[in-house]
Structures are given as structure tokens and as C-alpha cells.
């Protein structure tokens, strides 16, 4: 669940995202190394790849937004870091699976529990519903609960 913080600053600075044609993956607000950190992960529709030119147009936007907000955001000094998800993104939200079964991506997907003695998961999804996933895998094919899974990102293979 995302936190007051979060939640106030994705509404602000989403427009800007949606006006460059981009889509916000994440958004995290925490503390890191005894340093608050507002994490902001963007990308490009369709599968392409966003660029550093691209960044740091954003960052320099989104920066002078939250500096400008009344009220603060985020009163206090905090690391404003915008970044691409990377290769290996992380999948959090169901729109996250959805991206990657539309890109046939691989995904490796960790489970709470082991499932059929195996607690690590690798392969494609070939469905996907409110609350699960079907996996088909080199071995076979399951459904996978989101209730079980610990951690999904992109496998990504070089």
C-alpha cells in the first residue's frame, strides 16, 4: 500500500509523466543509508526504451514541480532519484504482469512457499486474472496465486 506521501506525489507528478508520453512504473518514498529518498521509476509506452535525454527532461520538470507545490509534498531535504525500471524491473502491480505477458517477456517469479518443490520460477505468462497468473515454464504449466509471490521482476537473458 502506498504510502499518504506516495500517493500525493504520484497525483502530482503523473500528468507530466503522461504529457511526454511516458508511463510512471513506480514510485517509492523511503529511507535509504539515513537519507530520505523519493524514487521515481519511468518508462515508455510500447515496449521502447527510455533515454538518459529523455530522464533528465523529466527530472528537471518533476524537480521544479515539487519544488514549486503548495503545500509541500515532502517538507524537509530528500534525494529525488528518476530512473528507467531497468531490464530486470521489478512487477508489483497486475498492470506490470500485463506489460510483460503483452511483451512476451520471460519473468522470474519467487514464492512464499515452494510450490511443487520449487520456490524460484522462470518462464512466460500465458494468462492472467485478478488474482493470479498461469506460468508456463520449460517444465510445465501452473497458476501461480499473487498471494504467493514474494518477488516477480523481468528475466532478462543475454
Do not use: C
Not at 31 to 38: M, P, S
Not at 123 to 148: H, P, R, Y
Amino acid at each position: 500500500m502506498a504510502s499518504k506521501v506516495e500517493q500525493t506525489v504520484a497525483q502530482l507528478v503523473k500528468p507530466v509523466i503522461d504529457e511526454h508520453g511516458d508511463i510512471l512504473w513506480d514510485l517509492t518514498f523511503g529511507n535509504e543509508g539515513g537519507q530520505r529518498v523519493l524514487r521515481i521509476l519511468i518508462d515508455k509506452a510500447d515496449h521502447e526504451f527510455i533515454t538518459m535525454n529523455d530522464l533528465t527532461k523529466l527530472t528537471e520538470e518533476i524537480n521544479e514541480l515539487l519544488d514549486n507545490s503548495e503545500p509541500d509534498p515532502i517538507p524537509g531535504t530528500y534525494m529525488l532519484d528518476i530512473s528507467s525500471p531497468g531490464a530486470d524491473r521489478p512487477l508489483k502491480a497486475l498492470w506490470h504482469y500485463q506489460w510483460a505477458q503483452e511483451a512476451d517477456e520471460n519473468i522470474l517469479v519467487s514464492l512464499f512457499v515452494a510450490k511443487n518443490g520449487r520456490k524460484k520460477w522462470q518462464g512466460k505468462i500465458s494468462e492472467i486474472n485478478d488474482d493470479a497468473i498461469v506460468l508456463i515454464t520449460d517444465d510445465e504449466t501452473l497458476t501461480l496465486a499473487f498471494s504467493e509471490i514474494a518477488k516477480a521482476s523481468l528475466d532478462v537473458q543475454f
